[in-house]
């Protein structure tokens, strides 16, 4: 009998796996907060850090997660809402509101706590920590996600949300162009092609996201293929091929090439979208891992300011190179957010789902009659 192609509901697996590996690649290559004075690490020597041995590749590239996540939401965009968005089983308002539930509630409290924060800790040091542009100007495009949407990076408040504000674009322009446009995955390689050679926060966004919509598209295309078997097979090789011969010969800068992560990452993500045989716990706890990477990358920046406030008030040295300082930090953001998400996120996606949504078919009950 031949194996069935993972169904629209079911749980991406593999993809969730790679989206907390990303979200931890970032909150490691942010440990280097701790060094900074204004906005610049001082005194920080990545070789030199708690565990550099086992977590070299993210303190060295860990900013580069940043593009996996935009291309893993390419891939599930495109395989939850390609069709539904396409033939207007989804509208407009209902695609908002999935995407407001999911990531207003969540930004908008840690905004508020930063803005709380940055005040405090300029009192105390003379300057804001890290990000330095925590004024009214820049608050108001971030109340409304809207911060990085220009050519440059805003570098205020929480900091971390400038990835998710550029992400919020592209949504607007994914949904609008399979509304209007055409589902033909022809659309992504001509977005891909475009995004190319300008070197903008968005086109970089765009690419990936589209990269990972081919992705999709592929694993699709395969479900019922007699070929299925070997083109899965192809792709592993290759997925596995490349890492083994950039450590073979050393090629250390082309890991994190903007092009190679282009090409490579839609290639893992294929692979890593195909069934997996995992026991019950273990499809829970990958699926806690995959749905507290939200939480985690947006709760680390004040998490660290929380602290850097509590060593300036102290008037002591934040003990960054310190081994136990280091797993006090990245366990208690964890912890933090698996609990935000279970008590925090989850309820507030499914109170605003209820409200809004169940508002909107009132309102079409009452026209209709």
Same mark, same amino acid.
């Given at each position: 009998m031949r194996q069935s192609a993972t169904s629209p509901t079911e749980k991406?697996?593999?993809l969730e796996a790679l989206r907390f590996v990303a979200a931890f690649a970032v909150l490691i290559w942010h440990y280097q907060h701790f060094s900074y004075i204004a906005d610049k690490p001082a005194d920080f020597v990545p070789s030199e850090m708690p565990f550099y041995g086992l977590f070299a590749p993210f303190f060295e590239a860990g900013e580069y997660g940043v593009w996996v996540f935009w291309c893993i939401s390419g891939f599930i965009f495109f395989w939850k809402?390609?069709?539904?968005?396409?033939?207007?089983?989804?509208?407009?308002?209902?695609?908002?509101?999935?995407?407001?539930?999911?990531l207003y509630p969540l930004h908008f409290v840690t905004l508020?706590?930063?803005?709380?924060?940055?005040?405090?800790?300029?009192h105390l040091n003379g300057y804001f920590f890290v990000y330095q542009n925590n004024d009214v100007q820049h608050l108001v495009p971030q109340l409304f996600m809207a911060s990085d949407w220009g050519l440059h990076r805003?570098?205020?408040?929480?900091?971390?949300?400038?990835?998710?504000?550029?992400?919020?674009l592209v949504y607007a322009i994914f949904f609008l162009s399979l509304r209007f446009v055409t589902r033909s995955p022809l659309?992504?390689? /001509?977005?891909?092609? *475009?995004? &190319?050679n300008i070197d903008m926060q968005v086109c970089s966004c765009l690419a990936f996201f589209y990269a990972g919509g081919l992705a999709a598209i592929g694993r699709r295309a395969i479900a019922q293929s007699r070929f299925r078997i070997s083109i899965e097979v192809a792709a592993w090789d290759v997925a596995a091929t490349l890492p083994v011969a950039i450590w073979l010969f050393g090629l250390k800068a082309v890991i994190v090439s903007w092009i190679f992560l282009l090409g490579y990452t839609p290639v893992l993500l294929f692979c890593l979208s195909g069934p997996l045989a995992?026991?019950?716990?273990?499809?829970?706890? /990958?699926q806690a891992? *995959?749905? &507290?990477?939200?939480?985690?990358?947006?709760?680390?920046?004040?998490?660290?300011?929380?602290?850097?406030?509590?060593?300036?008030?102290?008037?002591?040295?934040?003990?960054?190179?310190?081994?136990?300082?280091?797993?006090?930090?990245?366990?208690?953001?964890?912890?933090?957010?698996?609990?935000?998400?279970?008590?925090?996120e989850a309820p507030a996606q499914a109170a605003i789902r209820r409200t809004l949504l169940s508002r909107q078919h009132h309102l079409a009950r009452q026209a209709s009659g």
């Open positions: 991406l697996l593999g809402y390609r069709e539904p968005i396409s033939d207007r089983s989804i509208g407009g308002w209902t695609f908002f509101v999935f995407r407001l539930s999911r508020m706590t930063v803005a709380l924060l940055q005040p405090i800790y300029q805003s570098n205020s408040f929480n900091g971390p949300i400038w990835s998710i504000s550029v992400e919020v659309l992504n390689i /001509v977005v891909l092609l *475009g995004c &190319m995992l026991s019950a716990p273990t499809q829970r706890f /990958v891992a *995959g749905n &507290m990477t939200y939480s985690s990358y947006l709760l680390h920046f004040p998490l660290q300011l929380m602290i850097a406030v509590g060593y300036s008030i102290a008037r002591a040295p934040i003990p960054f190179h310190d081994d136990w300082f280091f797993v006090a930090f990245v366990g208690t953001t964890l912890v933090a957010s698996y609990l935000t998400y279970r008590y925090f």
